[in-house]
């Protein structure tokens, strides 16, 4: 990089004259998630003086803490703005709809997301009113035609349900909702904001921006949200602080920042950082600075008093954009639709769109490529463009735009049929690229365009194949948003390559903890088949469906599904599919207490899968084999099975096998007591899942670990671990272990004798059991439930309702035929009664008590359950 390039390279100059402000507002966003409430602050000031950038500066300083971020959804409001428009632009975002999207997928989208959020009676309601705001019709709940004759109501209602839908979210997982430019919203927008600024009570920071006019229209803004609600007003920087801003941006300048230019650009700034950074680039463009051979800027003072400037910031991009010649505008027309990355290639592709090729094609000929590169080189030294160090491309060149507003405002001018052919070329130009294909980053660059050229089948069809590559990279989240977009867009086009996305969709959704999701990926897979008469992809759809039966404890399901899976896999003569079958029905047999049975079935697959030579399903079976022997009480014939496992998995290089097995290790190393190796076990794969980035595999070892130190009697070092663990599932969106985890803490807590929190832990960990419908999981939270009220954490007045929570437990598990779940629980109630002053003269409850524990007793002697596994 040589001339104005470099030395421009350098003029950024950090924050400065922020610090108050900046530290004032990761404060209160501590406070709203750290205190778990709302805090609003609001930015003022006008253009240039440094609110964006003050927010960039928040956000990566959040992105850089360790453990639970936000989730951040942001939107600008604009002048031209219909009703609720900064509302509509931030909910899109929240769920992810473009403009254009097909009614019928925005409908399902919105469906979907609301659904994860409320429970299925408020579903309608929600998407009623959030439908109206952004364009997509819903049918009418009762609620919505109770109010629809009167619009008073019908808005008070609205809100309230909007209101709802936030802090449902929020309870989720903390919430950032950035509102910008807000003297441009709509008046609907301002009032429906401030009825949330003043009535949300969960975990959210809203994020306010605006220029004094909104101060203009609604005179009372400060005092919305009352206590809670903070302005900032940013004000011009002092002189001094715009003499250090503007010396640090002129510090390659020969003998040192020239006092003329300094005073020069602070005089005509006022202050206003923005317009400091374009004085810079005007002073370049107008030949005041020129780059030395030094690597210096050499300085024309004489030239400052010709140079006609700027008063705003966005007056300053505007003449820059202005004052481009017609083919260098036209040139960065095309980069700025390529994108934030573009490349020679791709923009010579786009200057030849109208031009007539030649009779013959002549190697070294292509005289326009000689004329853009010249373009690009000036454009950078101009402070246009950055050219990059290496290209994605070899051979290529690859650049960025140096500044985000001026691609913001070529782009802004462009119109849309023109842009479109723009993103048809690159997409054109981008697929014969060989990188492409291999690269997940890539292939959704080539969507994106390929979408808004309106390729829609093409553009789908890419998404899907960048989900893949993500899947195969154990990057989950985001393949599951690769291929709902990718799925959205296919539509009904091509059957078989829609049936095999719907598989590996809801392969990742039930990785996810996104169970309802799943289901209905999994049902459109099966009608897909069904209707072809496609034999061995239904037989994988069934397959698919009755594990997630099983897993949510719906046994009686999950077995026709499996059973009827095997049928169809056998019919087909799909050797690997039968083996599944099997491995899968031996897990239903295992978690139904049925060891032998299970064995069997276990062993079945195993043979099949060595007659077919596959390894990782060969170390697969064996792993959930050493699983049956480790719940029987065999150990030795489990550690065997894992040991195998493992060594298959670690000859295969399967990462997340290893994880797996040498935690189930570790579980067999703790309940002999060996607490050291266990803890040992689990390091290690927490070491290897860390490795590939498998933050739900994370999250699980984790989880053990912390259970570990728990039976250890290291308390405080289980809450800290366990809370690493929750904060990790919080972030993933994994109800599941996330439930798992608050019962370990709630566990944990009981133990400290903190009884508060243990009951807030283990509320959350039922209420979340019952969202994702477990109910092996729900009976166990149930158990320790009835732990923590058996205690006192709900008041000695109720007590009593411990022993509810223990019957409730006993008859899940007998529902789904869990017997050692069964004595579990029976064990539970009995160390309540025994201990319990309330219970100690109480004739009837104690007989029952011993009844229950000699048949835990019977239980755990038949089943060699070891003394330290008998509870939990």
């Known amino acids: 990089m040589k001339g104005r390039a470099a030395v421009l390279a350098t003029s950024n100059a950090p924050l400065l004259g ?33 609110k964006s950038r003050i927010i960039t500066e928040l956000l990566d300083d959040i992105r850089a803490q360790p453990g639970k971020a936000p989730r951040v959804y942001r939107a600008a409001a604009r002048a031209t703005d219909q009703s609720y428009g900064v509302f509509a632009r931030l909910l899109r975002a929240r769920f992810g709809l473009l403009e254009g999207t097909a009614p019928k997928a925005a409908d399902d989208k919105v469906r979907a997301e609301v659904s994860k959020v409320l429970d299925d009676r408020k579903v309608g309601d929600v998407c009623f009113f959030l439908g109206q705001m952004i364009g997509v019709r819903f049918a009418d709940s009762p609620l919505t035609k109770a109010v629809a004759d009167d619009s008073v109501q019908a808005k008070l209602v609205g809100r309230a349900v909007i209101k709802s839908f936030f802090e449902s979210d929020a ?24 009825y949330l600024m003043e009535n949300l009570q969960v975990q959210t920071f809203l994020l306010c921006e605006a220029r004094p006019e909104l101060l203009i229209r609604r005179e009372d803004w400060p005092s919305y949200g009352g206590s809670r609600h903070l302005q900032l007003d940013l004000r011009p920087v002092p002189d001094d602080t715009a003499v250090a801003i503007m010396e640090e941006l002129l510090g390659r300048c020969e003998g040192g920042p020239p006092d003329a230019l300094v005073e020069a650009a602070v005089n005509l700034a006022g202050g206003t950082p923005g317009l400091l950074h374009q004085m810079v680039r005007i002073f370049h463009d107008s030949g005041v600075l020129e780059p030395a051979s030094d690597g210096k800027w050499k300085v024309n003072i004489e030239k400052v008093s010709s140079v006609r400037l700027p008063l705003t910031v966005d007056d300053a991009v505007s003449a820059r954009i202005a004052a481009l ?7 960065l027309e095309h980069a700025a639709a390529m994108g934030s990355v573009l490349w020679l290639g791709g923009l010579v592709a786009l200057g030849r769109m109208a031009e007539k090729p030649p009779d013959l094609w002549r190697i070294g000929q292509a005289a326009d490529v000689g004329t853009i590169q010249a373009q690009l080189t000036d454009l950078v030294e101009r402070d246009y463009l950055l050219e990059l160090p290496d290209s994605a491309f070899p051979g290529d060149k690859e650049y960025v735009f140096k500044h985000n507003l001026e691609r913001e405002k070529v782009s802004n001018l462009t119109s849309a049929g023109v842009l479109r052919q723009y993103h048809q070329t690159v997409a054109d130009w981008l697929a014969q690229m060989e990188q492409v294909r291999s690269q997940e980053e890539y292939l959704g660059m080539l969507a994106d365009h390929l979408e808004q050229a309106a390729a829609t089948a093409r553009a789908g069809l890419t998404y899907l194949d960048a989900a893949d590559i993500a899947r195969s990279a154990y990057a989950a989240n985001k393949a599951s948003e690769y291929y709902a977009r990718g799925l959205e867009l296919l539509g009904d086009r091509d059957a ?16 996810l903890g996104r169970t309802d999701e799943a289901f209905k990926a999994f049902r459109e897979m099966l009608a897909i088949a069904f209707r072809l008469g496609i034999r061995p992809k239904g037989a994988a759809a069934h397959n698919r469906i009755g594990r997630l039966f099983r897993d949510i404890g719906s046994l009686s399901q999950a077995s026709e599904h499996l059973q009827t899976a095997l049928e169809l896999f056998e019919a087909s003569g799909d050797e690997r599919g039968i083996a599944s079958c099997h491995d899968d029905i031996g897990k239903l047999l295992w978690i139904r207490g049925e060891y032998e049975p299970a064995l069997a079935e276990m062993r079945d697959s195993l043979d099949r ?15 959930n084999i050493g699983l049956v022997w480790m719940d029987h009480g065999s150990d030795q014939n489990a550690i065997e099975a894992f040991e195998a496992s493992l060594q298959i998995r670690r000859e295969i290089g399967d990462s997340l096998g290893i994880t797996q097995t040498l935690n189930n290790l570790g579980r067999l190393a703790t309940r002999e007591n060996d607490h050291k190796r266990a803890l040992d076990l689990f390091q290690e794969a927490h070491d290897v899942a860390t490795e590939i980035g498998e933050r739900n595999r994370i999250a699980v070892v984790l989880t053990n670990i912390g259970e570990a130190h728990d039976r250890l009697g290291n308390t405080d070092e289980a809450v800290r671990i366990l809370t690493r663990a929750e904060e990790l599932c919080d972030e993933l969106g994994d109800k599941l272990h996330l439930a798992e985890v608050k019962r370990g803490l709630a566990k944990a807590y009981l133990k400290q004798g ?9 509320k959350r960990a039922v209420d979340l059991f019952g969202q994702v419908r477990s109910k092996v999981h729900l009976a166990t939270a149930l158990r320790t439930l009835g732990e923590v009220t058996g205690a006192g954490a709900w008041g000695e007045s109720h007590k009593s309702k411990a022993v509810d929570y223990f019957m409730r437990s006993i008859a899940i598990c007998k529902e789904i035929g869990n017997e050692l779940e069964v004595a579990k629980s029976y064990k539970a109630f009995a160390d309540l009664v025994f201990h319990s002053a309330q219970y100690k003269h109480n004739a009837d409850i104690q007989r029952e008590a011993v009844t229950l524990n000699e048949m835990a007793t019977e239980i755990f002697g038949r089943h060699k359950v070891a003394p330290a596994d008998q509870g939990g």
């Open 18 to 50: 922020r610090d108050a402000e900046l530290c004032t507002l990761k404060a209160e966003t501590n406070r709203a998630f750290d205190e778990k409430q709302t805090r609003i602050v609001t930015l003022i000031g006008e253009t240039g003086v440094g």
């Open 496 to 511: 078989a390559r829609r049936i095999d996305a719907l598989h590996n969709h809801g392969d990742v959704l039930q990785l």
């Open 325 to 331: 010649s017609a083919p260098d505008r036209r040139l």
């Open 171 to 194: 309870s989720q997982g903390p919430l950032l909702l950035i509102f910008e430019d807000l003297e441009h919203a709509d008046d609907d927008s301002v009032d429906l904001l401030r």
């Open 609 to 623: 899968r060595k007659k077919i030579g596959d390894r990782r399903s060969i170390s697969l079976s064996l792993n």
């Open 754 to 762: 903190d009884l508060k929190r243990a009951r807030d832990s283990i």
